[in-house]
């Protein structure tokens, strides 16, 4: 059946790199905008960034802008979040959703793969 799966995060030093992926199966991305979130302990789950279906159209949240790109590359059916100069308030669970407007209430959502910034 559907299934988003992330990979990609472990622990890394303040100031470093990290490349997330996001992989569909039982899913064909290219029909579907997608968007990473995150969820930090105690905090509610927030929109990192977002990618049209095509690529056409990226936004980020203020806090991910011009650190973070969002890609895509649909013959692999995959996402991508590279994230570079983290910070340690970048620690959380971050989780890729799949999603379109023609059928508004439907979504789907992988189980998240935990990055921490820390020294």
């Known amino acids: 059946q559907v299934q988003l799966v992330e990979s990609g995060g472990g622990l890394v030093q303040p100031g470093g790199s990290l490349n997330l992926s996001c992989v569909g199966s039982g899913i064909t991305l290219s029909g579907f905008a997608m968007s990473w979130y995150r969820q930090a302990p105690g905090k509610e789950r927030e929109l990192v960034a977002m990618i049209t279906r095509a690529g056409g159209t990226i936004d980020y949240a203020d806090s991910a802008q011009g650190r973070f790109t969002i890609s895509r590359d649909n013959a692999r059916n995959t996402v991508y979040l590279f994230m570079s100069s983290l910070k340690p308030e970048d620690t959380a669970v971050y989780y890729c959703?799949?999603?379109?407007?023609?059928?508004?209430?439907?979504?789907?959502w992988g189980k998240g793969t935990l990055v921490t910034v820390s020294a």
């Open positions: 959703k799949a999603w379109t407007p023609v059928l508004t209430t439907v979504a789907y």
